[in-house]
């Protein structure tokens, strides 16, 4: 590991005017669980790192909004969400994907905002948050701006985010009566990545789905929005037939990768197992 200046800035805005946007060995750290990797392994070589530990603390708390949205400091711990009564009664599908989540370790020190800017396909908090169509707000020297979640990830480890601009908050707009579930596999290895992973949020009129958000994570470069199985659910009751079409649909449109983790084939097979799973695990809730 190399030498590096550390800089403690007491404002975000103080952090995002030691940002130089042509200088990408200048690292703004937050959590650090994934940045202190890619220093230890070589990967990464920063000249200057921009600890967030001192700026204002309103950025990691989280709480309701009077429109009935619900916000998330980007300095809040997974484990900060996982406990959150108000957040878990607001979208229950947070706390179950938390406990699914890497280790206690790690989720007691990484930051929503970390983990959505770092942009790896893996992680299982991106997709969710797709699902429940949340928006980040950002802070650059030109001021703020508002991004869906479904636009922040550009490929792999790449965002849309400006080399000077950081998130400051996440927005989670109301869920009313929305059902919700996340499911992922695993190899149960050390590292506990997930080969894919399964967002679902759809609203059911009785017994009929409305509004559905399919996102399939880890099976490509970054979260996919699945609108060819939304399409076959949408209007639909969710009967064992519409959730076999569904499922059929998602596996025929996800074009997956071949990584470490699985076969592009395997992956293709676990989209068509596990969007059944999560469709099943929907139509059940409350029933």
């Not at 590991?1 to 550390?6: G, K, S």
């Not at 404002?11 to 005017?17: F, I, K, N």
């Not at 017994?207 to 996102?215: F, G, N």
């Amino acid at each position: 590991m190399n030498a590096f200046e550390l800089a403690l800035p007491d404002t975000l805005a103080g952090a995002v005017s030691l940002l130089d946007p042509e200088d990408p060995t200048i690292r703004v750290m937050s959590g650090g669980t994934a940045l202190m990797l890619m220093m230890k392994t070589d990967v990464f070589h920063p000249t200057q790192l921009i600890s967030l530990r001192r700026i204002e603390p309103g950025y990691s708390q989280m709480g309701l909004l009077p429109d009935g949205s619900f916000r998330i400091g980007a300095m809040s711990t997974l484990s900060d969400m996982e406990h959150d009564d108000a957040l878990a009664g607001f979208a229950p599908v947070i706390r179950q994907t938390m406990k699914l989540l890497s280790n206690v370790r790690v989720r007691n020190v990484a930051t929503v905002g970390g983990a959505l800017a770092h942009g790896d396909p893996h992680m299982d908090l991106p997709p969710v948050l797709v699902a429940l169509d949340a928006q980040v707000v950002t802070i650059s020297p030109e001021g703020e701006r508002t991004i869906p979640v479904a636009e922040l990830h550009a490929g792999y480890y790449e965002t849309i985010l400006s080399g000077n601009e950081l998130i400051k908050e996440v927005i989670i707009p109301p869920q009313h009566a929305r059902r919700a579930s996340y499911l992922k596999c695993t190899t149960r290895a050390v590292k506990d990545w997930p080969a894919l992973g399964v967002a679902l949020t759809t609203d059911l009129d009785g017994d009929t789905a409305r509004d559905t958000r399919l996102v399939i994570g880890a099976v490509g470069e970054k979260p996919i929005r699945v609108a060819e199985a939304e399409a076959v659910i949408d209007g639909q009751i969710l009967s064992d037939k519409t959730i076999a079409e569904a499922a059929e649909a998602a596996a025929e449109s996800v074009e997956t990768i071949e990584d470490e983790l699985g076969s592009a084939a395997y992956k293709t097979q676990l989209v068509r197992v596990y969007v059944k799973r999560a469709l099943q695990q929907v139509a059940n809730q409350n029933a």
